[in-house]
């Protein structure tokens, strides 16, 4: 629900605001599955809503960070194609396959969330980008791609929330 309020933030430069709002959607984003699985409200349906918010979070948060501070963005275009490519990849198998994304919540997609959260953080509060952070994010978020695009050629039905591709191999040995 904020993601439309983020772009218009960014959009009119109001970048001050931009950055608490993004703060507290990365925080609730957290948190939500904490609470969907300890009042045992979890769905399907939830599952992919959550998946696509943290897809428009993190492109809201590119908005602003092409707005703010462009350079950065440019220098560091490769990892970011890189990105981009294994993302289109791992949806489009997964549309072919499943007739929409995945909603996998690995645990490597979990850390991916947090260290991309940090780093986004990081970029709107300092002065100054954590290339050793963005890197971190980079190669983990990476991982993260391969894995689910995997799991999608793995698992034969449209299935949420899936540990990971050692979980999925020892639960399949049982």
């Known amino acids: 629900m904020a993601v439309p309020f983020l772009v218009y933030l960014a959009l009119t430069h109001q970048f001050d605001i931009f950055k608490w709002l993004l ?3 990365f925080f609730t984003d957290a948190i939500d599955g904490y609470f969907a ?3 045992k409200i979890e769905s399907a349906l939830g599952a992919r809503i959550d ?3 943290d ?3 993190i492109a809201a948060a590119i908005v602003g960070m092409y707005l703010l501070y462009r350079a950065f963005l440019l220098k560091e275009i490769v990892p970011i194609i890189i990105l981009l490519v294994l993302y289109f990849l791992q949806n489009t198998v ?3 396959k499943y007739g929409r994304m995945t909603s996998f919540h ?3 997609a979990k850390i991916a969330a947090v260290l991309q959260g940090l780093f986004v ?3 709107f509060f300092l002065p ?3 290339y050793w952070l963005f890197y971190l994010a980079f190669v983990v978020t990476a991982i993260d791609l391969v894995e689910e695009t995997i799991l999608v050629f793995l698992i034969p039905r449209f299935k949420t929330d899936v540990k990971g591709l050692y979980w999925l191999k020892a639960h399949r040995s049982n």
């Open 23 to 25: 703060t507290v959607s």
């Open 121 to 123: 953080m990081a970029f």
């Open 51 to 53: 998946s696509i918010a």
């Open 55 to 57: 897809d428009l979070t």
């Open 94 to 96: 997964a549309f072919i």
């Open 128 to 130: 100054h980008p954590i």
């Open 37 to 39: 699985r300890k009042y």
């Open 106 to 108: 690995t645990y490597i």
